[in-house]
Every structure is written in structure tokens, then in C-alpha cells.
């Protein structure tokens, strides 16, 4: 069982229904319990980052997505999701991350017109788990900061708008997409397939 963080804010139902799509026995969950006993974990996200960090230290399943990543299972960030695992954001500098990916987030240059509401092509290594299988793929952004990593060896996918930026990341059972897989199309169905196979 894949199990999707509900802590009231994100890309709930469109995540879920796309990985029950690709045939994962995903479910939204506050529960701590089945959290902790899931196979693998989804940490999505929309919006501004302080207010998607509070949500989450209010509803008090911050210590699951933190046992989650400590235990070794599969864990997918989507969007805001993958912003929260870096240890901060430019977008709230008071508001602390999670810390499971060293680095921060940055705002794109200005001069772009923002936030990204498009779809671009991903970069993607040669060693991505995530894209297996996946050639010249193209996805949905809606987005206006990026995830600046202090390693970039853990980056697995790079796309460019006003400068080339983390896409894709795979940090051992921590993966996370700057892009949407669920509105995506068959390119973020794949993916999302992936990260199922990688959760069985």
C-alpha cells in the first residue's frame, strides 16, 4: 500500500487516483498508524511553502514523513512536496524544512514571467530510476521557486526556465519531481508506475 500524506493541503485526489491508475492500492491518509506501515510514502504539495510546512507541523504527521525517509521505503515528493524535504525556502526563510535533502530553495529570475504554468522537457541521467523506460520526456510545471540541492549528484532530471534548475531528484528511497507526474500525461503515469514497482 502506497500511502498519500493528507495533511489538508496539496495535490491530494489527483495523485491518488493516478497511482490507483497505474494499478498501486494507494490511499490518502492522516493516520500516523498507516503511515507507518505503508510500503511506500507520497508527500505532495501546492502552493506557498510556509503555508504547506505549517499545515504540516499542525497536523502532527511530520514525525511520520520523518520515519518514513528514516526507515529506507520508497518516498515521492511531488511539487511543494519536493521543496519541503530541502532544509528551507526563500519563499518563508523563517519556516524550516524538513531537512532530508541538504539544500535550499530559490526563487526563479524575475525576469521570467512566473509562476512557470507549462510544460518543458526534462534532462534526464542515465542512472534515474525514476524515468526508466522514459525517453524525451515532457511535463507539467506550475511553479515560481526550485530546489538548489548542495549535492547535485542527487539530481536525476534538469529543466530550464530563465536557468537550468532541478527537475528530478533521487536520493536514495527519496525521490521527488519539481513537476507534476499526475498531470502529466503517459510520460507522468510512467513515472508514477516506477515509483510503484520500486514500492512492491
Known amino acids: 500500500m502506497i500511502a498519500i500524506v493528507d495533511y489538508g493541503i496539496g495535490n491530494l485526489r489527483s495523485a491518488e487516483k493516478a497511482l ?3 494499478g498501486a ?5 492522516d493516520d500516523p498508524r498507516v503511515i507507518a ?8 504539495g501546492v502552493g506557498h511553502f510556509g503555508a504547506c510546512m505549517e499545515a504540516l507541523r499542525s497536523s502532527g504527521l511530520e514525525a511520520s ?5 528514516a526507515s529506507g521505503r520508497p518516498m515521492l515528493g511531488i511539487c511543494v512536496g519536493m521543496q519541503m524535504l530541502f ?8 519556516t524550516p524544512g524538513l531537512g532530508l535533502v541538504a539544500g535550499r530553495v530559490r526563487r526563479l529570475p524575475a525576469d521570467e514571467k512566473l509562476p512557470q504554468i507549462a510544460w518543458n522537457t526534462v534532462d534526464v541521467a542515465a542512472r534515474s530510476e525514476l524515468f526508466a523506460g522514459v525517453a524525451e520526456p515532457w511535463v507539467y510545471f506550475v511553479h515560481s521557486y526550485v530546489c538548489d540541492p548542495a549535492d547535485p549528484d542527487v539530481v536525476t532530471g534538469w529543466s530550464t526556465y530563465g536557468r537550468r534548475y532541478a527537475a528530478a531528484i ?3 528511497n527519496v525521490w521527488a519531481t519539481q513537476f507534476h507526474p499526475e498531470k502529466s500525461s503517459h510520460v507522468g ?3 508514477l508506475r516506477n515509483f ?3 514500492a512492491a
Open 20 to 22: 490507483q491508475h497505474v
Open 25 to 29: 492500492d494507494a490511499t490518502l491518509t
Open 37 to 44: 506501515s505503508a510500503a511506500a510514502v507520497v508527500v505532495p
Open 65 to 69: 514523513v520523518r520515519a518514513a525517509a
Open 87 to 94: 532544509d528551507g525556502s526563500d519563499e518563508a526563510p523563517e
Open 170 to 172: 533521487e536520493q536514495s
Open 189 to 191: 503515469l510512467a513515472l
Open 196 to 198: 510503484a514497482r520500486k
